[in-house]
């Protein structure tokens, strides 16, 4: 790896095999070193862990929601906090984190090299906030919630249309979490969000592990208790009358809830909810979505205009999803070439596997021929 990362910049070395072995031995002596003080580090953890139950500043007996709270320390820059929880804490790839953040993988290894570096230089204890403490970090660790159950619910470098392992995590964090702060309406939106969102797991995928779109879903085979809870969630978030991002997104997954069909969505109701949403979160990723919400409550060229606006405009540009909402708006409205096209553009950023299987299937039924590419 360190080869190809480097010869192509700094050109051949004079002996190749000599270097590539002499790399390997750094490499090794550098891991026996860290393995080496592996031991004495985690005593020390387990000390300071140990000390912070006693003064009771442990949240509520969990270790790994503790370490969220840990890790979103108000010294880092918002952006690395939340980096750093999701690679540390939550355990995902680097490569997963910049997919989800829309962000390259170069840039999102940096932050994480930097924040540690903050850590080290600064000399920041990474302990268990005080209860008084905790609202200042509590923005970052429901992002990192979020964006954990995201990577479940959608995951990459994996075959399957749902990873239950990150679902079920995020949920029982975000469970935890509300019975910490039961009376904070972002920590109940996030909780009803996870719940509405789970509940249509079972019919993402077809008998043959194909993924069904949510207009395609039958929504019988939705988990009727977690709709159940999750609409109770969203109405007692809501009654408090300070709304979020979170109880919004809660409130749009609601509205698909409370359809029997597909047909019955109440696309007007939401389109209107992800305009509120964007009054906090006026992000492409929100634009995108109101977008598509309007080509469903009055025409798919509507949707069309906005979607064509972002995608000039953004990142989004590198997000597979803008790419296959243009596609099924451009088949909507009879430019069947132009749709095979936008799904080659979904192609080319290499979604996962239920994803890809899922883009070839609407090319091939548009007739298109597909590229080589498709064929592998």
Known sequence: MAALEQWPRDGLPANPGGWVVAVARHRALDHLRRESARAGKE?????????????????????????????CHPALDPASRVILTLRVVCGLPTASIARLLLLPEPTV???????????????????????????????????????????????????????????????RLAGRLHRL????????GLLALILLTSARSAARADQDGALVLLPDQDHSRWDRGRLDQGRSLVEAALAQHDPGPYQLQAAIAACHADAATAAGTD???????????LRFDPSPVIAANRAVALAYAEAPTAGLAILDTVAASSQLIRWPQLHIARATLLAQCGRRQDAAAAYRDALALEPAEPGRRHITGQIAARGAAPTPTEET
């Not at 953890?45 to 709270?69: I, P, Y």
């Open 43 to 71: 005593r020390q953890a387990a000390r300071e862990w140990t000390a912070a139950e006693l003064d009771g500043s442990a949240v509520a007996g969990d270790d790994q929601l503790a370490l969220l709270f840990a890790c």
């Open 109 to 171: 290894a940096q932050r994480i090299v930097r924040a540690k570096r903050k850590i080290r230089d600064a000399g920041i204890r990474l302990r268990v906030p005080d209860p008084g403490e905790r609202p200042a970090r509590l923005a970052p660790v429901l992002r990192a919630i979020y964006l954990t159950f995201t990577e479940g619910h959608s995951p990459h470098g994996t075959g399957a249309v749902v990873r239950d392992d990150l679902c079920g995590e995020a949920l």
């Open 181 to 188: 702060l039961p009376d904070e309406p972002e920590v109940t």
């Open 267 to 277: 696309w007007r109701q939401i389109a209107a909810l992800y305009s509120d949403l």
